[in-house]
């Protein structure tokens, strides 16, 4: 019967263990997917901020005088903050590429669109952190 001693002992430090590395496995995963979660909540955030640069183009195309193009006026910055709201942390580039056509007596002018939103002072950064986030978007308007 002396051999059954300290059984108990065992089992019970093995299954702490056992307990203790699940727990760890679990906060691990949890903060994985508050990290993931966070990020796309960013991603969609970085999205809109490009969306409003597309428009602020559109705008821009669409108000410019017809006999001149308005690249000038179409590409620009918008420096992180310059954006209001949850926006605010997202800097964005607006590139404007016109080309003109001719059709008949008319010129068209179509106006290739690139918005790069990012949460960087710089955008698109060619050296980005591991929670780098950024969208672009890329349109053709015509005029």
């Known amino acids: 019967m002396t051999a059954q001693r300290g059984f108990s002992i065992v089992t019970a430090i093995f299954l702490l263990v056992v307990l203790s590395f ?6 691990t995963f949890s903060a994985a997917q508050h990290q993931s979660s966070a990020l796309d909540v960013m991603g969609s955030r970085a999205y809109q901020a490009a969306r409003a640069g597309i428009d602020w183009a559109a705008y821009q195309v669409a108000t410019s005088p017809v006999s001149a193009p308005a690249a000038a006026a179409c590409a620009t910055n918008f420096a992180a903050g310059s954006l209001g709201g949850t926006l605010s942390p997202f800097t964005v580039t607006v590139n404007c590429v016109p080309t003109a056509y001719i059709e008949g007596a008319s010129t ?36």
């Open 22 to 27: 699940l727990g760890v496995a679990m906060v």
């Open 108 to 143: 068209i002018w179509i106006y290739d669109v690139i918005a790069t939103a990012c949460a960087d002072p710089v955008c698109p950064n060619p050296a980005p952190g591991p929670n780098y986030i950024e969208r672009m978007i890329s349109v053709k308007l015509g005029r």
